[in-house]
């Protein structure tokens, strides 16, 4: 299982109405709420719309009316993970150079966890004699593989249950989870407890403010509804961070792009309504040879810069960020 389905936890009564439709945000507790936009499961191509809801003190926006973590599994299935998986170990040293790179800024070696660490993509790259290994993933079938791939100790289960005695790591990681926590401030403030002083917190997400979110709306590849159930900016993650007792280190926006993936949902609507059939972006396709080279100009020519151009003027798709205790 990937690391998108970590730190879920049964929602109570009142967790329920904080996620949903509530008076008040659940990030900074602001009063001005409103609907933000309604959008379908545009992955899979399914039509039920489930509502986001936006404050306007903090710019946070969550799923009103999630489902239940135990309802959760359709949308959590074997094509999401097939995508999911390609992404994190297709040429695994470049793929996570960045991350190597950012962390070694701040540490040498020591102990570092990564929280939702699937099959042990990113641990791998991390492996030797600096680093003592840890993750959480919630399948244990993919956490005996994180185990055998890198040596890592590999607690399988809900993150906030992990049983790691305070100021266990010197670095905690955790990329593209965040969105997916129901209740994201009961998962920081474990990461807090869970890191020594001076220790750090490095984490991805997408951003809600950037301008692909802005052009393609409820297109808007980030969305990913509704396995996301928190959608921050900057500005809302400073603020729950902040709270939480988290000392900003660095905050700034990526070249990462949704662009083609966005406009594969727009295509397939617009297929859809002169009465053809589009097929769901979670299932595999062939694609012709003609058609591969067109995309690889587009994303040279086009893709790419743009989410450069994005990064540099704070407004990319993806928030990259580091923390510290």
């Not at 991350?99 to 030797?128: N, P, Q, W």
């Not at 990461?191 to 750090?200: A, D, H, Q, R, Y």
């Not at 053809?276 to 396709?285: E, F, H, L, M």
């Amino acid at each position: 299982m990937s690391r998108s389905e970590l730190a879920v936890r049964s929602l109570t009564e009142e967790n329920q109405e904080i996620v949903g439709f509530a008076a008040r945000c659940p990030v900074c507790g602001g009063a001005r709420v409103s609907e933000f936009l309604s959008a379908p499961d545009r992955f899979h191509l399914r039509q039920q719309l489930y509502k986001l809801i936006r404050c306007s003190d903090c710019t946070c926006v969550w799923l009103a009316s999630p489902p239940k973590p135990e309802e959760m599994g359709p949308h959590y299935d074997e094509d999401y993970h097939r995508v999911i998986a390609a992404g994190g170990q297709t040429s695994a040293a470049r793929r996570w150079q960045r991350h190597r790179e950012l962390i070694a800024k701040y540490k040498s070696g020591g102990v570092i966890l990564d929280i939702g660490c699937s099959s042990g993509s990113f641990l791998g790259t991390m492996k030797g004699p600096s680093w003592k290994l840890h993750g959480i993933d919630m399948e244990a079938s993919t956490a005996a593989q994180a185990q055998s791939l890198t040596g890592a100790e590999v607690f399988v289960g809900d993150a906030v249950e992990a049983p790691f005695a305070p100021g266990s790591f010197d670095v905690v990681t955790s990329f593209d989870l965040l969105e997916h926590v129901y209740q994201p401030r009961e998962f920081l403030i474990k990461v807090f407890e869970w890191l020594k002083p001076g220790g750090i917190f490095y984490t991805v997400l997408p951003n809600i403010d950037s301008w692909e979110s802005r052009v393609f709306r409820s297109y808007w590849y980030g969305l990913e509804l509704p396995r996301h159930l928190f959608h921050f900016s900057p500005k809302s993650l400073r603020r729950l961070m902040t709270n939480v007792g988290f000392r900003e280190v660095s905050l700034k926006t990526s070249s990462t792009c949704y662009i083609e993936r966005s406009a594969g949902y727009v295509y397939s609507e617009v297929l859809e309504r002169l009465g053809g059939s589009p097929v769901a972006q979670a299932k595999p396709t062939h694609q012709k040879f003609a058609w591969r080279a067109v995309r690889k100009v587009l994303r040279t020519t086009v893709v790419s810069p743009s989410g450069r151009v994005a990064a540099l003027f704070g407004a990319g798709a993806s928030m990259e960020t580091v923390f510290t205790k």
